[in-house]
């Protein structure tokens, strides 16, 4: 599509890639922000497969394609795992991060198959001048076995929730 009679947008930017050396002002944040455009064009786009995101997340890098990714609204990180895999459960999708997450699933490399079991690795004889004595304390044993015992200490939340405040609250 080009506007009054000029040259196509596509060829434009192939030129200006073209003369990048001459537009020493654009930064690289600049360029990134554009790709960053086309790419989220893209995953908006209908018709594209897994494998053509593969390609895409090659050509742009992670970082770009992972800011579009998490830049998409629920309707839109919904649509892109619908159509990439359209027997994905409701569950699977029903927020953005878990849509996200899907798509990231979707996109993994498939892991490789091994073409033979690993080996088990053969004792050696320990040289006793190498070897670390190590002293133990009875009040340090009882407090490990006490742990042991208890239920281990709960881990820390992922990450911050978005939706932490009383701006969430507000309507309108």
Request: hydrophobic share 40%.
């Amino acid at each position: 599509m080009s506007f009054g009679g000029g040259a196509s947008g596509f060829r434009a930017i192939q030129a200006l890639v073209g003369s990048q050396a001459d537009f020493r002002a654009v930064a690289d944040k600049d360029w990134a922000a554009a790709a960053g455009l086309v790419v989220k064009k893209l995953l908006n786009a209908a018709g594209q497969s897994s494998d053509s995101l593969i390609a895409l997340r090659a050509a742009v890098g992670d970082e770009i394609f992972e800011t579009q990714l998490k830049s998409l609204s629920h309707h839109q990180a919904r649509l892109l795992a619908r159509r990439l895999d359209k027997s994905v459960p409701d569950l699977e999708v029903s927020t953005v991060r878990g849509a996200a997450a899907y798509i990231r699933t979707l996109l993994a490399p498939a892991p490789a198959a091994e073409e033979k079991a690993p080996e088990p690795e053969t004792e050696t004889a320990a040289d006793p001048s190498t070897e670390e004595t190590v002293i133990t304390d009875p009040a340090t044993e009882e407090a490990a076995a006490a742990l042991t015992e208890d239920e281990t200490p709960p881990s820390p939340p992922a990450g911050p929730n978005p939706y932490f405040g009383r701006r969430s609250f507000r309507t309108g």
